[in-house]
């Protein structure tokens, strides 16, 4: 009978903090959090950017950001910039063979900002430790050429269908 009573009175109670739980879980996984963590993210490699540049981005379903671009003062700059970037992508991709294009990597490319973007397969398993490697080899090229943290945008993406 005490028994009973004890499960009558715990269970309500136990159903409350795993209901309190719940909601704690949800309202840590608040999309606005996830909006800020990535505009954060596009801010350490672009700190320049501009609020529609910005917007485009956060559009595009941004994973993970690495290095920062370098200010590009006047079309010279930026002409050696795109260079550089195009020259240490070229340079990398031995390197990504391994996951590319049999891997999580679907696509690369520069993107008009001035920042490597390197497209994940959203239907492929991969997290911080396989774009941890793939910015090792891409920023590994770039010391080699002279460009110091390679900016490199990760994107969830979903593969390329050709007809």
């Not at 690369?108 to 397969?121: F, W």
């Amino acid at each position: 009978m005490k028994i009973r009573r004890r499960t009558r009175i715990w269970m309500p109670v136990l159903a409350g903090v795993v209901i309190a739980f719940v909601f704690c879980g949800y309202l840590s996984a608040n999309p606005c959090d996830e909006v800020s963590s990535e505009e954060e993210m596009i801010m350490d490699v672009l700190p320049d950017i501009r609020a529609d540049d910005l917007e485009w981005l956060l559009g595009r379903h941004v994973y993970r950001t690495y290095g920062q671009v370098t200010p590009l003062n006047d079309t010279e700059t930026e002409g050696k910039w795109f260079h550089d970037l195009s020259f240490v992508l070229n340079k990398s991709k031995p390197g990504l063979a391994s996951f590319f294009p049999e891997g999580p990597v679907c696509g690369y490319g520069i993107n008009y900002l001035g920042a490597i973007e390197v497209y994940l397969n959203e239907n492929e398993d991969y997290d911080e430790t396989t774009t941890d490697a793939i910015y090792a080899i891409i920023d590994g090229c770039g010391k080699a050429e002279g460009v110091n943290a390679t900016p490199v945008i990760f994107i969830h993406a979903s593969p390329m269908k050709l007809d």
